[in-house]
C-alpha cells in the first residue's frame, strides 16, 4: 500500500523529464539545419559608409545605407 503513494509522483516526474527532453530534441533537431556556419559566423564584415574628405582633411560627407564605427570594447559604455 504505501508503494503506491510514492511511486506514482516519481513515474509522474519521470514522464515529464522524459517529456521535456523530447520536446528539446525535437526543437533542436528543427533549428540545427538552419543555423549559419562558423565560417559565416567569424568573418564578420560590418558595412563601412564612404567618407568623402576635403584637402585640408575635413569631412564633406558619407555615403552608405548604414553608418557605423569602429570601437574598442572599453570605450562602449557598460549598462
Not at 503513494?5 to 526543437?27: D, K, M, R, T, Y
Not at 556556419?37 to 568573418?43: H, I, N, Q, V, Y
Not at 558595412?47 to 570594447?73: M, N
Amino acid at each position: 500500500m504505501s508503494v503506491r503513494w510514492w511511486a506514482f509522483p516519481l513515474l509522474l516526474v519521470f514522464f515529464l523529464i522524459a517529456a521535456g527532453s523530447l520536446v528539446i530534441g525535437f526543437a533542436a533537431a528543427m533549428v540545427y539545419p538552419t543555423l549559419p556556419s562558423l565560417e559565416a559566423l567569424t568573418d564578420y564584415r560590418p558595412k563601412i559608409p564612404l567618407r568623402v574628405y576635403s584637402a585640408d582633411g575635413k569631412l564633406i560627407g558619407e555615403f552608405g545605407e548604414e553608418r557605423r564605427a569602429w570601437l574598442r570594447s572599453r570605450k562602449c559604455p557598460r549598462v
